[in-house]
């Protein structure tokens, strides 16, 4: 069966600092991946999606970035956090066109303090 | 343009009684999905359904039910005799068969809380 895993579960980290966040799904291969964003209140912002290894797209620009390495691998960084930063980050993943429905990861909440 | 609409922002209710969530969408395709999930206190998103547009049969699994109608653009569900584990944030999503990237479009959410 597929699973996805998302680490950390939370992460506090001072203004300035690097991020990144790791994202893993097992029991698939070629899967669409996405990062999304939950901010103060409970909106969910689509922040990068993948379609293959080193295929990336951006849906907003920010202090944010992603890369996928391997199939099943998506990774989100940032080379100095910003306070907006701040938030809930899911990673999700979906076969083909998504027809099915997202799954997603348990999710990374992180403070910038 | 596609856009999805949950006006409700939090609904409280006691427990055993029945609550409805709004879901208002907007898309010119003639083929698309709808979805709902639920967001526990813990954070991850769970699956609940799935109702592509060709199917506006109304569905009932348990003490959750859903209302799909195309010609209001309506996605609505409910939960019948809520109970307090049903206290979460629940999103309603739209996912468009042209957009080959599988870019799901969720509303804002409705806030349940379910008081004993």
């Known amino acids: 069966s597929q699973t996805i895993h998302q680490w950390p579960a939370t992460l506090v980290q001072p203004v300035g600092s690097p991020l990144s966040l790791e994202c893993t799904v097992e029991g698939t291969s070629n899967p669409n991946l996405y990062w999304y964003r939950q901010a103060a209140g409970r909106g969910l912002q689509l922040l990068f999606y993948s379609v293959g290894i080193g295929q990336i797209s951006s849906e907003v620009p920010q202090n944010l970035s992603a890369s996928r390495p391997q199939d099943r691998q998506f990774i989100l960084s940032s080379k100095k956090l910003l306070l907006s930063d701040s938030g809930f980050y899911l990673c999700a993943w979906t076969e083909g066109q998504g027809n099915y429905g997202y799954t997603f990861g348990s999710g990374t909440r992180l403070t910038v303090v | 343009a596609q856009k999805v609409t949950q006006a409700q922002t939090e609904i409280s209710v006691v427990e055993k009684e029945d609550v409805t969530l709004d879901c208002v969408y907007e898309?010119?395709?003639?083929?698309?999905?709808l979805f709902w999930y639920k967001q526990p206190p813990s954070g991850e998103l769970v699956f609940l359904i799935r109702r592509n547009s060709f199917d506006e049969q109304n569905e009932i699994s348990g003490r959750y039910s859903w209302n799909f109608q195309k010609s209001t653009s309506s996605f609505n569900f409910t939960i019948t005799a809520s109970q307090v584990v049903d206290s979460a944030v629940y999103f309603c999503?739209?996912?468009?068969?042209?957009?080959?990237?599988?870019?799901?479009?969720f509303g804002a959410g409705t806030q349940v809380v379910v008081t004993p």
């Open positions: 999503a739209l996912l468009m068969t042209t957009d080959s990237w599988g870019k799901l479009q």
């Open positions: 898309t010119r395709d003639t083929t698309y999905y």
